[in-house]
């Protein structure tokens, strides 16, 4: 019997048509999804305090709505897509748990600092950039409820984008000093962004399994490729230097040639040794036990079921 639910799974991801929450699939799928959607929504989540530091310090009234907005669309991502977690039969409290006790990882890029304004730019102008580079294919994912949240966070990731460049080319257009402040960010976010990506396919134990089951669309080194792509003439537009002797034109691939970042550096990283791996998790979990109330109270609310309606 399994066999044959198999081989209608299989026909339909042949057909690239999508995997329902109530269709028949196998445990592997199921858990390749909890995995890569929980940590994609840790990721919106750790994601919000590295430009959430910067609210209380944006230059301007403007520039604090705008910085305010964005950190407020990332923990909407992060709700949406640990909803789309929920329909794999897993509960949110316990991927919360799990990101707390370290079980599960986040992306690598926000264990990183952010020293100076312009990383607010960098970020929105990198780090969104790689986002979007790696979530549009996955609006083709074949699990229904993760590519559907990905249409809206993709609209809403390419306006933090393009608000992060719009950032840059303001500080560009300034001083000096405000020139070199960019150009410090951007050669500390520009190998840890490439890192975004995942490890060299050769090296990337989940790619083939995963792109066979159309939960990924493209391997990490074909979206690093079309990030390095995008990303070149927008920084000779914007006038920085990317901080990579290697990076040249091939005219013969017609792809910009790139080296490689530390994959040692990458691999402390996700371990938990990066430079503020601690201090995100210690954060994460103080507002956690902070919001323990809230949540006591909504369960309480809650349980008070049809009675409430009189209330
Ligand atoms: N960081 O076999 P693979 C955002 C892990 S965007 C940490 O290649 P896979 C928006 C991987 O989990 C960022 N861990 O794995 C935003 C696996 O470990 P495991 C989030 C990484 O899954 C912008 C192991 O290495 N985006 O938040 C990383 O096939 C600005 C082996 O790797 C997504 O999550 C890494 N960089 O490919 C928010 C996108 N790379 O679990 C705020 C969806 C790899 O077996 C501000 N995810 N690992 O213990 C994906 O596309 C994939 O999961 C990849 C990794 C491509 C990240």
Not at 63 to 84: C, M, P
Not at 273 to 299: F, K, L, S, T, Y
Request: proline share 6%; glycine share 8%.
């Amino acid at each position: 019997d399994e066999e044959r639910l198999n081989a209608e799974f299989e026909a339909v991801i042949a057909r690239q048509e999508r995997i329902e929450p109530r269709d028949w699939m196998p445990e592997g799928y199921r858990k390749t999804l909890v995995r890569q959607i929980a940590q994609h929504a840790h990721s919106e989540i750790i994601g919000m305090q590295p430009e959430g530091a910067w609210i209380s310090r944006a230059p301007s009234l403007r520039r604090k709505a705008i910085l305010l907005a964005k950190v407020q669309d990332e923990a909407g991502h992060g709700l949406y897509l640990y909803s789309a977690a929920e329909t794999l039969g897993v509960d949110r409290a316990e991927l919360t748990r799990r990101l707390i006790s370290g079980a599960q990882k986040y992306s690598s890029i926000f264990n990183y600092p952010t020293p100076d304004y312009a990383d607010v730019g960098t970020i929105g102008w990198l780090v969104d950039g790689a986002a979007i580079c790696n979530q549009v294919p996955l609006c083709r994912s074949s699990y229904g409820p993760y590519s559907r949240a990905m249409i809206r966070i993709c609209k809403e990731e390419s306006f933090h984008q393009r608000q992060g460049y719009e950032l840059l080319l303001t500080m560009m257009r300034g001083t000096g000093e405000q020139r070199a402040l960019v150009q410090d960010s951007v050669d500390r976010w520009w190998w840890p962004s490439l890192m975004m990506f995942g490890p060299p396919d050769a090296d990337s134990p989940n790619t083939a399994q995963s792109m066979h089951w159309g939960i990924k669309r493209h391997t990490n080194d074909e979206l690093r490729q079309r990030f390095v792509d995008m990303t070149v003439p927008q920084a000779d537009a914007l006038g920085v230097r990317l901080p990579d002797p290697d990076l040249a034109w091939n005219p013969e691939r017609g792809h910009y040639d790139f080296g490689q970042p530390d994959w040692a550096e990458f691999t402390r990283v996700i371990k938990g040794d990066g430079p503020c791996n601690a201090e995100r998790i210690a954060h994460r979990r103080r507002a956690h036990e902070d919001g323990a109330w809230v949540r006591e109270a909504a369960a309480a609310f809650a349980a008070r079921g049809p009675a409430r309606a009189g209330t």
